[in-house]
């Protein structure tokens, strides 16, 4: 069963930090684009980062570029968002995902509330 599992959100004032990660079970992690997306209230899902496997390709939304960065650890099966410099407009549900062609799959979620 495929599965992802969000952890690391929290409330952090304007200008800190935050480590998110995803851990992942059910299928072949090292082979799979991994992704971030995040909904803020009342907002629409959008795009955050990914990383493709072996970490060969990265990319980030133009909100969050020279901000987030994304790493991975094949050997933990685990993706993560650092997080830097982060605005109250960062305050959002954070979602990673993994997809297949015959499966797409996403976690739960984790809250990240950037308030002071």
């Known amino acids: 069963q495929v599965q992802l599992v969000e952890s690391g959100g929290g409330l952090v004032e304007p200008g800190g930090s935050l480590r998110l990660s995803c851990a992942a079970s059910g299928f072949t992690f090292s082979s799979h684009t991994i992704r971030w997306h995040r909904q803020a209230p009342g907002k629409e899902r959008e795009f955050v980062a990914f990383?493709?496997?072996?970490?060969?390709?990265?990319d980030f939304a133009d909100s969050v570029k020279g901000r987030f960065t994304i790493s991975r650890d094949d050997a933990k099966n685990t993706v993560y968002l650092e997080m830097n410099s982060l605005k109250p407009e960062d305050t959002a549900v954070y979602y990673c995902?993994?997809?297949?062609?015959?499966?797409?799959?996403w976690g739960q979620g984790t809250q990240v509330i950037v308030s002071s």
């Open positions: 995902g993994a997809t297949s062609t015959t499966w797409s799959a």
């Open positions: 990383i493709s496997h072996e970490a060969i390709l990265t």
